[in-house]
């Protein structure tokens, strides 16, 4: 099996683990933070610079922004849904910006209020405010694979918002899925797919686990010659417009798989196990993490 000899994750709690949480206040975010430093991950995606009365968790994006100079070494990004938060993404100091396009037309209307017409023409403007403020951006394609209102999605859809992103100069490009519902088989066939169309940048996947086949697709890409993934501590978190979307894929149980398949990562799985402890006191629920119930199979 041809596999890479290093995958590089980004860890995601701090925003898509938070987004369908109650508030919790800065000092808890913090200490999250710090807990999730300690695993040695190098990519974090912090916050979103969204709307405050439609994401209540994330509105304090510019208050941790302010925080983030005291954690060295680790490469911060903010996702965006319009230029405007990529304006206040980049004023709060934020070099590197998440811009998200949905693949469906009916949860872009949802999510952000534009069809996915709209919303792909905004990429000029959210690349053109980032460039010209020393940020790189990354065009997240939502629902790559399928949309809760409108069902399985074209991968026509998802290779035009590919090819649009490139030609507007974005940075890097990744593909999410949304709801959990996507599999290896499909997975590989649209990654195949992308990849000539990416031209060379960077191109990472998101996955939840909402139906079990999390883990699976995230190797699957891997497979693929995906060596980008995000993950989330715990498997905290989902996406607060899409029904029965939750669980991402949790970071310790992804660095277990990959580490057991002979693939390197930054993340040390103990640190990653303490850290999802610290995000399951934080939010007051149990999360759904493997690792976290079961452990390492190394003792000692």
């Not at 680790?74 to 910006?97: D, H, P, Q, T, Y």
């Not at 026509?156 to 890097?172: C, H, K, P, Q, S």
Request: hydrophobic share 50%; charged share 20%.
């Amino acid at each position: 099996m041809d596999l890479p000899g290093k995958v590089d994750i980004r860890e995601v709690c701090l925003r898509d683990g938070l987004q369908i949480e109650a508030p919790i206040p800065l000092a808890a975010k913090i200490e999250i933070l710090e807990a999730i430093v300690a695993t040695g991950v190098r990519e974090v995606e912090a916050t979103a610079f969204v709307s405050p009365s439609k994401v209540p968790a994330l509105a304090d994006a510019a208050d941790l922004a302010a925080e983030l100079h005291r954690f060295a070494g680790v490469e911060f990004s903010a996702l965006v849904a319009s230029a405007n938060g990529a304006k206040r993404a980049v004023a709060a100091g934020l070099n590197s910006i998440e811009y998200v396009v949905s693949a469906s037309d009916a949860h872009s209307r949802a999510n952000v209020g534009r069809d996915t017409a709209e919303s792909t023409a905004a990429i000029a403007d959210v690349t053109r405010i980032a460039h010209d403020h020393g940020a790189a951006v990354e065009v997240i394609i939502a629902t790559a694979w399928d949309c809760p209102f409108d069902g399985p999605t074209d991968p026509r859809r998802v290779l035009e918002i590919a090819t649009a992103a490139v030609e507007l100069g974005v940075d890097r490009i990744a593909i999410a899925d949304t709801i959990g519902t996507t599999t290896p088989v499909r997975v590989g066939a649209l990654v195949e797919a992308i990849r000539p169309i990416v031209d060379g940048l960077p191109l990472g996947a998101h996955f939840h686990n909402t139906r079990g086949a999390g883990l699976a697709s995230a190797f699957a890409a891997v497979q693929a010659g995906i060596t980008r993934l995000d993950a989330s501590i715990g498997g905290l978190g989902g996406c607060p417009f899409a029904p029965g979307a939750s669980g991402n894929i949790a970071t310790e149980d992804l660095v277990y798989l990959l580490r057991d398949s002979g693939i390197a990562t930054d993340v040390d799985l103990g640190a990653a196990i303490a850290a999802a402890g610290v995000a399951q006191r934080a939010v007051g629920h149990e999360l759904p993490s493997a690792l976290l119930r079961a452990g390492d199979r190394i003792v000692g």
